[in-house]
């Protein structure tokens, strides 16, 4: 079974700063990755994906991820950030073939300050 | 756009109360699924539908039940609510195979 881990629970920026959240997953083969947004009190958006090809990849709100085999990692970047990016941030993982019920991590609460 | 609907954004229940929470989706999506979210403990998976009828338990499904009657509602019950089933509890769906899932807005609920 896969499983993901998020070894951050809470990450303070200054508004302006780059901005990276760490994201390792467990999977005998390469995986679906996913990074997944939660505003306050509301659902969670999806921010981007990896199936495969390129390892880095491009999402929304100008977040990007890079797909490290080596590392197992899938960790979620933005070069500078905005105090509307205060939010939670999941990390999920899906197995290729079959049905497909996503894991999450646990979550990484992201404080902006001005 | 997907359209993930949760009946209720706030709910209040008494404990011993048998609670409903009703997520329709209009995507024809195979796959709902319905997670408990709490604080540290990120999404847990409560149960999982992939058809009509069809239904898996997740990590978590002591003291719930679901029902999928049609494709695009999935019910999540609470047969007799508790204090410890306090929660955000977010419904799901997604195409079969391995897919992006979308989420609803999410049901906050209270058990006094």
């Known amino acids: 079974a896969q499983s993901v881990t998020q070894p951050d629970i809470h990450i303070t920026v200054s508004e302006g700063a780059s901005l990276e959240l760490r994201c390792n997953y467990s999977?005998?083969?390469?995986?679906?990755l996913f990074w997944y947004v939660q505003s306050p009190g509301q659902g969670l958006q999806l921010l981007l994906k990896?199936?495969?090809?390129?390892?880095l990849v491009q999402g929304i709100k100008g977040f990007e991820a890079e797909f490290k085999r080596s590392q197992s990692s899938f960790n979620l970047r933005k070069p500078s950030v905005h105090w509307s990016d205060a939010a939670e941030y999941f990390c999920?993982?899906?197995?290729?073939?079959?049905?497909?019920?996503?894991?999450f991590g646990r979550g990484t609460s992201l404080i902006v300050h001005p | 756009d997907v359209k993930v609907t949760q009946s209720s954004r706030y709910l209040v229940k008494r404990t011993g109360e048998k609670v409903f929470l009703e997520c329709v989706q209009d995507m024809d999506h195979e796959n709902m699924f319905w997670y408990r979210q709490d604080p540290g403990l990120g999404l847990r998976l409560i149960y999982f539908s992939y058809d009509v009828k069809m239904k898996e338990k997740g990590d978590i499904p002591e003291g719930y039940s679901v029902s999928r009657e049609k494709k695009e509602r999935f019910s999540l019950i609470l047969e007799s609510a508790s204090t410890n089933q306090t929660s955000m509890y977010l419904c799901?769906?997604?195409?079969?195979?391995?897919?992006?899932?979308?989420f609803g807005q999410g049901t906050r609920l209270t058990v006094v």
């Open positions: 999977y005998g083969a390469t995986p679906y």
């Open positions: 799901a769906s997604s195409f079969a195979g391995n897919t992006e899932a979308f």
């Open positions: 990896y199936f495969s090809g390129d390892t």
């Open positions: 999920a993982v899906g197995a290729p073939g079959g049905s497909y019920i996503p894991t």
